[in-house]
């Protein structure tokens, strides 16, 4: 740590593993340069206080139920967080303040910081005085763009025409229809409530913080600092300047590194989906054989419960698993900068979640794009197409289709081309967060920001 600037922040992440990342990052961030950090955080998906014993850590109680926990229902488990912790977030921050006050806490409180997922914070702070700042754990483009849903919802959007599905829409570019269509399908009227509300609180707020940066977002931070008319910071891939693994929430499985070790430069192609997306058991099972099809080797992160209607793999057939085992490595979860840093890695089949995206980019690793929901399907679009740094799959869960696009992307001149591509765009955020690039500056503006509350 920097000298202490006796000043502490107050951060309060969303209790999902791609949430969780970035803040604790964050928090890392602002205690090198000197703010003192006190995190406070749901019982459900708690941060292991033990690993950063230079933050305060308070608990709050959320009252989610076992069966709460367990839905795959992201909006519906946000929407009740949101009901049962207002209260004791409330009572907690108000004791904070009042500690502070009275001076048994030696420090000021500047500011409080939290995920922008939680939307009854903003007047919280408003009542408090306190100056809040939004981080956002999308990217800047997803983030502006999907507060258009409920309009496209009233305009009732679908159903969709077979010709039309390939459709560029203008107004959340560069989805395309059928995108839009899947996520209509996940949203709900409730969460177009929702959406409403976090549109305004964001607005309201002192500050916007994305970990995202120009090169990757130019265009939609333009155009959100026009919009919204406040301070908006882009910082960079937070993970450059410190790394995940102490704020994973699952044990990371090392032994897949003297695995990799094992293998050719380039010749690996990396399997994950992050933290919550589910694959049904025939997904599954085309996965494996489009895996053991390519005659590449693999490193398969499948984590215990995300297969549905099993605990883990243990219903794969015995023959298949010896197939696997040949060429592949299973892991439940992987130390995964780690694991896209080995020289090992050609490839990353994905889900396409923001913190896997930049993560990739930043190792330079060329993508096989799989999205399943919420912003996954935008960040692919920017990877297939904009970028063009990787393939699309278009949601063809065939062991076909998987099995070619590995070998495009790690054995054809096409795949060539992919990497030399991402080579330069690794190189340009590689730039951006070295000292005077522009996510470096944007940091340096952030710290005087938050120091002058
Ligand atoms: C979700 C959304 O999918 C994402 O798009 C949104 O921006 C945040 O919430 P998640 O599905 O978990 O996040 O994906 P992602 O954003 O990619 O985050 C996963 C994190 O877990 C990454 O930092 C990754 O390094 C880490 N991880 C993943 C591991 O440490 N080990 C693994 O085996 C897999």
Redesign the pocket.
Known sequence: MEKSNGLRVILFPSP????I?PMIQLAKILYSRGFSVTVIHTRFNAPKSSNHPLFNFLEIEDSLSEADTRNHDINLMLTLLNQRCESPFRDCLTKLLQSSETGEEKQRISCLIDDSQWIFTQPLANSLNLPRLALI??KVSFFLGHFVLPKLRRERYLPLQDSERDDPVEEFWPHRKKDINRLLDEESEILDEYLNQNYETSKASSGLIFMSCEELDQDSLAQTRKEFQIPIFAIGPS?TRFS??SS?L?T?DETCIPWLDQQEDKSVIYV??????PISESELLEMAWGLINSDQPFLW?IRVGSVNGSKWIEDMPEELMERINKKGKI?K?????EVLKHRAIGGYLT???????V?SICEGVPMICLPYF???ML?ARFVSEVWRVGLHLENRIERNEIERAIKRLLLETEGEAIRERMELLKEKVGRSVKENGLAYQSLEHLVDYISSF
């Open positions: 999902l593993q791609g949430c990342n754990a999308t993970h995940a693994s994973s699952l990371q994950s989906f992050g933290s919550l997306v992160v892991v979860w992987a130390p995964q900068q889900h396409n979640g923001w913190n896997s995206t993560e919420w912003d996954q960040n």
